[in-house]
């Protein structure tokens, strides 16, 4: 347990539903509960060795992104205990960069907020705008990007300033195989310096070939975790499973997880 960078013990995540936007307000300044409380994330307990690199599985809405983000620091728990040994760095393809910034101005904000000096982020500055492939267009604002050069920009500042631990959700989903593969190939890398990866990914030949471990949820509940040629094994007969059945089956399947996370009963 000593040589453990992330300890997960109970993790829960929570948001309140409501049916009118009066019961926000009430719910804040009054010290009642008001809305329905769903559960992206219910207690999701596991550890992971330093130098080892965990798959995160599951149908869209499982809870992936929330645990990722949690691992990250980029969203509190609502209960539940987590140690983080080490700094993170997360790069995501759904955010991580701000639109109105210019690629460099991103690559100086993120760096900042991670506590590089200015000096530090002008060493950095010429590898990171090589890694991420993006030439002059690194001057223009984010929201003139395509998804697939967001998640370069993104990955590039992340996996340059050498972080202890690394949270990749989805970010290789975009990009063109050329730059995916580099990105596996630092990735691949950083195992041998010892670093910690957690991987969010809906390619399974991917989280195969480059994960010792696989956490597999569902309903923000944890299915499975272990080793990974095991869980994803158990995943893939899942999704066989899943892919066979009707529309009204589908239906009735994520309309009964969703009661789960309302805490319904079915």
């Known amino acids: ?3 453990d960078a992330i300890i997960a013990e109970n993790l829960s995540k929570a948001y309140s539903l409501y049916t009118k936007p009066l019961e926000k307000y009430l719910d804040f300044f009054l010290p009642l509960h008001f809305g329905r409380k769903f559960y992206a994330l219910r207690n999701v307990s ?10 995160l599985l599951g149908l869209n809405g499982s809870g992936k992104s929330t645990l990722a983000n949690i691992i990250a620091g980029a969203s509190a728990l609502t209960d539940g205990h987590l ?6 760095s997360m790069t995501a393809v759904s955010g991580g960069v701000t639109p109105l910034l210019t690629g ?31 030439g002059d267009v690194i001057d223009q604002q984010v929201k ?7 998640a370069k920009l993104g990955f590039a500042i992340s996996i340059n300033i050498d972080p202890d631990v690394i949270v990749i959700d989805e970010a290789l989903s975009v990009g063109d195989p050329t730059f995916t593969n580099k990105c596996l190939q630092r990735m691949n890398a950083f ?18 070939d480059f994960c010792d471990y696989a956490l597999w949820l569902e309903g923000g509940c944890m299915k499975a975790y272990g080793n990974c040629d095991d869980v994803t094994n158990e995943y893939n007969q899942f999704i066989a499973w899943f892919n066979q059945l009707n529309t009204k ?3 009735e399947y994520k309309e009964n997880i ?4 309302l805490g319904e009963k079915k």
């Open 1 to 3: 347990m000593g040589n």
């Open 258 to 261: 969703r009661r789960n996370q």
């Open 191 to 208: 195992r041998t310096q010892n670093k910690t990866i957690a991987f969010v990914s809906h390619s399974l030949p991917q989280v195969r």
């Open 249 to 251: 089956e589908h239906k």
């Open 83 to 88: 140690e983080i040994h080490g700094n993170v």
């Open 144 to 150: 003139t990007y395509s998804s697939g050069m967001r």
């Open 46 to 55: 596991f550890s992971l060795e330093q130098g080892h690199s965990i798959g």
């Open 104 to 134: 460099r101005e991103n690559i100086v904000q993120k760096c900042l907020l991670l506590g590089l000096s200015r000096k530090q982020i002008d060493e950095l500055m010429p590898e990171i705008i090589e890694f991420s492939e993006l």
